[in-house]
């Protein structure tokens, strides 16, 4: 399993972002995806679920209607689009295959809201 | 929403000792509890799934036990690579998965 995830960077307070997992080495649209961010030096925290067939979306109440997590199993791509974005969405944000748990993780991007 | 109490917040043990590290729901969370283990720099790894479950390639010296809302991970015998925080995790329906705070355990 192989997830490279990109697309963070530095945004101001009320920006958007758009992040982006590749995944490869495993059937993508057999599996269930999730984002799940750290913010510096504090724990982990769930952000949001995608089934395999995108159908079905879930989102943590932290994030609920200015991020939205989408999927183009063609492309073998993850993605989450981030709006309205705040200093408390500074994080590294991973992305995980999802079997029984998030059983694959990426090396993860770092996203800094701030002015 | 089910949260996660982990403890204790800092483990110190030796290499050889056995670490007990505990997970408590605050309802029951129906078996669905995860444990990963985090090491700096690092994207957390899957150990346990579904409370006693050892994922592939974890070791056996790691084991998970419980049910409903008191679990525990089980490091029979630590070996150096084992030092690292260890977060619990649980996957209710709807799907919120909290995570715990994180246990540290370091070297003593």
């Known amino acids: 399993v192989y997830l490279v995830e990109s697309g963070g960077g530095l945004v101001q307070p009320g920006g958007s972002l758009r992040l982006s997992c590749a995944a490869s080495r495993f059937t993508f649209s057999s599996y269930a995806m999730s984002w799940v961010r750290q913010a510096p030096g504090k724990g982990l925290e769930w952000v949001s679920r995608i089934s395999g067939s995108g159908d079905s979306t879930y989102y943590a109440d932290s994030v609920q209607g200015r991020f939205t997590i989408s999927r183009d199993n063609s492309k073998n791509t993850l993605y989450l689009q981030m709006n309205n974005l705040r200093a408390d969405d500074t994080a590294v944000y991973y992305c995980?295959?999802?079997?029984?748990?998030?059983?694959?993780w990426g090396q993860g991007t770092l996203v800094t809201v701030s002015s | 929403e089910i949260v996660l109490t982990q403890s204790p917040a800092t483990l110190s043990l030796s290499p050889g000792d056995r670490a007990t590290l505990s997970c408590r729901a605050s309802?029951?969370?129906?078996?669905?509890l995860a444990w990963y283990q985090q090491k700096p720099g690092q994207a957390p790894r899957l150990l346990i799934y579904d409370a006693s479950n050892r994922a592939i390639g974890i070791p056996a010296r790691f084991s998970g036990s419980g049910s409903g809302t008191d679990f525990t991970l089980t490091i029979s015998s630590l070996e150096p690579e084992d030092f690292a925080v260890y977060y619990c995790?649980?996957?209710?329906?709807?799907?919120?998965?909290?995570f715990g705070q994180g246990t540290k355990l370091e070297i003593k």
């Open positions: 995980t295959k999802d079997q029984a748990s998030h059983d694959s």
């Open positions: 995790q649980q996957r209710n329906w709807p799907p919120a998965y909290t």
């Open positions: 309802q029951t969370v129906n078996n669905y």
